[in-house]
């Protein structure tokens, strides 16, 4: 019930973001207009952000056949839970992480790296992907492919509005646009900040609500601390390429070239999720 207001209260602060942003710009054919678009964008967030996630990272479908390790934990981990068997898929990439997308448990999909599959050992994997069915029976998934069109929505619309106040400026008096101007301004610094803090808001509790639904699955909370670890220090070694809406998705932060301390992280510093894990502070 609390993910299904969180994932309706986005959707809605989407729409009323864009319709206020269209009137600010464009009056009421503006505001028209947005609306337009966020019931576009709210339809595509709903039913095709799994794909648009999958297809960014050249994720490619795998059988049992292809992967029987990763296979044949999640259909033991799902079985016991009593989840749908989500689709598996793999990222053609070394850095090693992973993440769950979808709508709901019988829509999910399961994306781990190469490098993940390479670095962990069966009960570290297992301690992941638990993690993942995590967020899926949490119904996690639905609101972070929410979040991640929200903030993508929300930065797009500044650069609207960064040409709507050049050339909206060309027909107006000094007074209108300096007025006009200094609100555009104000609208372009703010709009990536709340951006930001949306993903802010969804992403850091939700990681550890997984660890925690992930180890009580599996019964053990050490390995999956082991694996975050692992996860933590390999990915610094070999960053992974990731878009900003999009880096909440993964278990672990990648490396996005930035770094603006822990203010501004879409996940909690790893020492904090091993400490609740294990009971004790990370070595």
Do not use: C
Not at 204 to 210: C, G, I, L, W
């Amino acid at each position: 019930m609390e993910n299904g207001f969180k994932t309706a209260f986005l959707l809605t602060l989407l729409t009323l973001l864009l319709m206020f942003l269209g009137h600010f710009f464009g009056g009421s054919s503006g505001m028209l207009l947005a609306l337009v678009i966020a019931a576009v964008l709210n339809f595509v967030s709903y039913f095709y952000s799994d794909k648009i996630a999958l297809a960014m990272y050249r994720a490619q479908p795998v059988t049992r056949e292809q992967l029987p390790r990763a296979y044949a934990t999640v259909e033991r981990l799902t079985q016991k839970i009593g989840l749908p068997m989500p689709k598996i898929y793999v990222i053609p990439s070394e850095s090693p992480n992973a993440f769950a997308t979808g709508r709901d448990p019988k829509h999910a999909a399961v994306a781990v790296t190469q490098g993940i599959l390479n670095l962990l050992n069966d009960e570290e994997l297992e301690g992941v992907l638990a993690h993942e069915l995590g967020h899926v029976n949490n119904r996690d998934i639905l609101i972070s492919s929410v979040a991640a069109t929200l903030a993508g929505a929300i930065t797009y619309a500044a650069h609207m509005g960064r040409w709507a106040m050049i050339f909206g400026g060309m027909e107006r008096g000094d007074r209108d646009r300096e007025g006009g101007g200094l609100s555009a301004l104000l609208m372009l610094i703010l709009a990536p900040i709340a951006a930001v803090l949306i993903q802010l808001w969804v992403s850091r509790t939700r990681e550890y609500e997984a660890d925690a639904t992930g180890a009580h699955f599996t019964g053990n909370p050490y390995a999956l601390a082991s694996a975050l670890s692992k996860l933590d220090a390999y990915s610094r070694r070999i960053p992974m390429a990731a878009t900003p809406s999009t880096a909440h998705l993964f278990i672990i932060q990648p490396l996005l070239g930035v770094n603006f301390g822990n203010l501004f992280s879409t996940h909690p510093p790893v020492a904090q999720r091993i400490e609740r894990l294990t009971g004790r502070p990370a070595l």
